[in-house]
């Protein structure tokens, strides 16, 4: 779907409704989203102000992150929610590891952004099995997909992958949860080392 098509849904707005304030006819617009014609670049900036989406997503294909990103800037216009908080979360995205999250007060914004990361995290899961045509470790990825299936909510779960991320160093060590976490850490991290991970 492109962005066009897909931002016409979101608002509601039919075709001819569009073609009106554009002053153009409806075949047209059937005609942009059918992709059988480019939008003409003089109507893209008039488009970009009307829906406020960046006119290079209006005439492709849109992919999931896309479409949620525009979804939540027309919730944030629509419900103008005001942050109320801060977490600090571990992020994969950009180098820092931890970045300060905002919390509104609406929760159908904290809701898509829950999505946004999601689908983040699906991406970056993709690329990095992507790394090496044949990956070896394929078995490992079924074992995650596994555990996460049957248990997510095990604490002993969370606890041994952030003990892992704390050895293999791809969290810094002032990231943790708590004193009974880091007695976990150096027990396992014990047991790593008599066994010379």
Known sequence: MIGL????GLYNMQHVELAEKLGIKKQNINMWVKQKQNIPKKYLPVLEELFQVDKDLLSRELTELEKLEIQKEKLKKDLQPVITKHE???QIDDGSNLAEVPIYDKKEINSIENEIEKEKLLIKLKEAMDIVPYNPYMDT???LVHLMEKSQ???ILHKTIQALAHYLEVLP???TTDEAQEEYEAE???IFDDYNY
Do not use: N
């Open 153 to 155: 909510h095990e604490s």
């Open 173 to 175: 060590e002032d990231i």
């Open 88 to 90: 600090k979360r571990f």
């Open 141 to 143: 990825y079924k074992l």
């Open 5 to 8: 098509e897909f931002v016409l």
């Open 188 to 190: 396992i991290f014990e």
